[in-house]
């Protein structure tokens, strides 16, 4: 299995961006897929997650402002970034795991994406 994270790139402060992850050797309905970040100096954070059978899950700090969204049909997961803060500066990570696993813990994926960069100026 293999992920893919595409999407990133410069925006100013209160702008968009749809990051999105393919997968190849696996179908994302059989997985929890989850989106995190890492900022530079700071530990991986979990920003927002579609578990499986269970539903979709989002960090408080991202929660009205990002959406994560699976299609079926292209086999991709997106995260729809909007009202972009100097904060949201990181390097953005796809995960998957095909077990029912703790949304939230980067731990207990065991498949992820190269990363994407997102920076927003302010």
């Known amino acids: 299995v293999q992920l893919q994270a595409f999407g990133g790139g410069l925006v100013q402060t209160g702008g968009s961006l749809r990051l999105s992850c393919t997968i190849s050797?696996?179908?994302?309905?059989?997985?929890?897929v989850g989106w995190f970040r890492q900022a530079p100096g700071k530990e991986r954070e979990f920003v927002a997650a579609?578990?499986?059978?269970?539903?979709?899950y989002h960090a408080d700090s991202v929660k009205g402002r990002f959406t994560i969204s699976r299609d079926n049909a292209e086999n991709a997961v997106s995260l729809q970034m909007n009202s972009l803060k100097p904060e949201d500066t990181a390097v953005y990570y796809c995960a998957a795991d095909p077990g029912s696993v703790r949304y939230y813990s980067s731990r207990d994926y065991n498949y992820w994406g190269q990363g994407t960069l997102v920076t927003v100026s302010s």
């Open positions: 579609i578990a499986l059978r269970r539903g979709t």
């Open positions: 050797g696996g179908t994302f309905s059989r997985y929890s």
